[in-house]
């Protein structure tokens, strides 16, 4: 395929010399002439290990030049990728000021191109960025399928980027609609990629290098305690790494309910007050109780905008198959609701009042001692005729509730349990 790469930076430079290696023909763009001036004569603009190599090969076999001419490189290529930079301004937001230069200078020369151009943005840039961006330079070139615009985020690292790009850890491909794109580019995305709307991959981005940062910040908070308490944190940072099933693995990594329960609360509460008594600043740490009350605070709103004045809890524990109401985050819905004047019914099959003991005990008596009254001993009285059913657990088999459920009721999907979208109910989630 012939591909222009707008930008020969770090993302720019690696994937022309990779996407050449594969037998595609490259045309790099860039403003800075010297740049290309050397990219021409085969001299990397970036250390990048690898990358002297290929850009050798790909010149070598014809495969590669550069030129700052941006309409010469559209007439001469079927697809442009986007890799200029997208920096911070002062206030901290995103410039795409390169990238508007860009767009702009791509739809203007594929205008003249009667067989169409596809363009495809790597640059990072936040949610709603494509779309804007085609919205104030290519409408009606898009509406017509002239232009075909991508999104597709590059997960590259800097100092093993040529390995990366040949073994990429994620990739995923944004479309304007979340539809496949043509068989022809999938030789650029690969016939792995996962595909999503412009905004999803967007967003997919920004998510992973919040995720990044959030490790290397927790793991030098724990770090920091670990030494204000003369422990090797290294060490036990390691010791974390070993489970594969509930830290380094999906778990816990889906949105939904606010955590609770007799242990994360509780404990995360108990390490910020052991690291403030002993000098040990933990801002990421210290803001996960805070950041818990938030989400459950979204959720009250969600309930409240709802304009139902019957709430039904699917669920009244922290979570599915067991009694345990400690810092259950329903509990707090259900007192939130009634305190709020809302008829409120629960049904939670796990949940046997006479059989609740110690601190799960204290709970309700404390807490929510008319829970008795709430609670329904079965599905169909619980739902009842009308009112927001708030799903918080997989209490009731889709069948049950497909027989129980109104279009007259509304449920509100906490833990993202698909099937949920089927039954005869308005359906929202939480967090999608
Ligand atoms: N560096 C990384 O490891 C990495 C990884 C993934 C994603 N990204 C994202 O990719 C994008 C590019 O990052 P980078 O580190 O390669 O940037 P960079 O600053 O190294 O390179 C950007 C290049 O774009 C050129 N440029 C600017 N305006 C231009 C124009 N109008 N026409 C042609 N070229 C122009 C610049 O001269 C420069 O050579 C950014 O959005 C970045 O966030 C970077």
């Not at 222009?4 to 800075?32: E, K, M, N, P, Q």
């Not at 603009?45 to 850009?55: Q, T």
């Not at 801002?283 to 019957?310: D, M, Q």
């Amino acid at each position: 395929m012939d591909v222009s790469i707008f930008g020969l930076g770090y993302v720019g430079a690696v994937t022309a010399g990779c996407l050449a290696a594969r037998g595609h023909r490259i045309v790099g763009v860039d403003v800075a002439a010297s740049k290309v001036a050397e990219f021409n004569k085969g001299n990397p603009p970036i250390i990048e290990p690898g990358l002297d190599r290929l850009l050798a090969d790909g010149l070598t076999h014809g495969r590669l030049r550069a030129t700052t001419d941006a309409a010469e490189a559209v007439r001469a290529t079927q697809a442009s990728l986007v890799c200029v930079g997208t920096p911070s301004t002062v206030s901290g937001a995103l410039d795409l000021g390169y990238v508007r230069q860009v767009t702009r200078e791509i739809v203007t020369a594929a205008a003249a191109k009667p067989e169409g151009h596809a363009l495809i943005f790597r640059s990072t840039m936040l949610p709603g960025s494509t779309r804007s961006l085609v919205q104030e330079f290519a409408p009606e070139a898009l509406a017509r399928g002239r232009l075909q615009v991508f999104f597709y985020p590059e997960f590259l690292r800097e100092g093993t980027a040529v390995k990366d790009f040949d073994q990429p850890s994620l990739a995923a491909v944004g479309t304007h609609d979340g539809s496949a794109p043509p068989a022809a580019l999938a030789e650029l995305f690969g016939n792995n990629a996962a595909v999503v709307s412009w905004e999803s991959a967007e967003l997919l981005k920004y998510a992973c290098n919040a995720f990044h940062a959030t490790k290397v910040a927790f793991a030098n908070e724990i770090g920091r305690l670990g030494k204000s308490l003369g422990l090797d944190a290294a060490a036990v940072m390691q010791l974390l790494c070993q489970d594969t099933r509930l830290n380094i693995s999906p778990y816990y990594l889906r949105p939904g309910n606010p955590f609770g329960g007799s242990c994360l609360p509780k404990d995360v509460r108990a390490l910020v007050h052991h690291a403030r008594q002993s000098g040990a600043s933990l801002p990421l740490v210290e803001g996960l109780l805070p950041s818990n009350e938030r989400h459950l605070h979204s959720l009250l709103e969600l309930i409240a905008n709802s304009g139902e004045r019957e709430i039904v809890i699917l669920g009244l524990s922290f979570k599915a198959n067991t009694d345990d109401l400690r810092e259950s985050a329903m509990v707090e819905v259900a007192q939130h609701c009634l305190g709020r004047g809302f008829a409120v019914r629960i049904y939670d099959p796990q949940l046997n009042l006479a059989a609740l003991v110690g601190a799960n005990k204290r709970v309700i008596d404390t807490r929510m001692p008319h829970l008795a009254s709430l609670l329904r001993p079965d599905l169909a009285s619980a739902i009842g005729t009308r009112g927001l059913v708030v799903v918080s657990q997989k209490c009731a088999s889709t069948e049950d509730l497909a027989r129980v459920l109104t279009p007259e009721h509304r449920l509100l999907d906490i833990n993202g349990w698909p099937e949920l979208r089927q039954l005869p109910a308005r359906y929202q989630g939480l967090c999608w």
